[in-house]
């Protein structure tokens, strides 16, 4: 079972991880939600209905990561045929921005949550791992956190389409990019494996 996602019966996931491999998954979904922000929520004030009626940003992120995790809705492939064209697209995205990236920031803020704790509650094995074992909904919420910390480590590698993935198989050793290649590889692995338990 190591390395990779079985299903348990009655839905939900199953897997095993070492101290090193809880240590990488916790860490990076830790940066993950310092990455995204607090929310407007932690910026009120003290207001509980303010999260209800605060708007998002109209622009996109500055950082290429968040740009990744938040991209323009109507930025479609190619060129827009004019300026007017263009302009529309900009108009149009910032205002769906506006109403709906909150919300997307919050629910990607609670998937990285639910992995740091399902993560902190687990017990170890005695041989310096544990049995990670995930309801249903865990294993959604954990698929949506797998699926962002490999956009923001993609992001970050410049990976833009298979091809460039293919170029990470063969970079050398001493090529100081390669933990991290490492690591999204791996997340990549689980991802695929944690998909197939949640197939009916």
Known sequence: MSGHFEPLPGGGATVALDDVEISIIRSLAVQLMELIGP???????????????????????????????FPDAYSGPGEPASAEDAEERRAHSAEFRRFTENDLRAGKRENALAVIRSLDGLTGDGGGGAVLELSAEESRKWLGALNDLRLAIGSRLEIGDEDDTDLLFRLPDEDPRKPMVMAYLWLGGLQETLVSTLMP
């Open 39 to 69: 929310g407007p929520a932690a910026e009120a004030s003290g207001d509980p209905l303010a999260e209800l009626f605060a708007e998002g940003p109209s622009e996109p992120p500055a950082d290429p990561v968040l740009r990744r995790l």
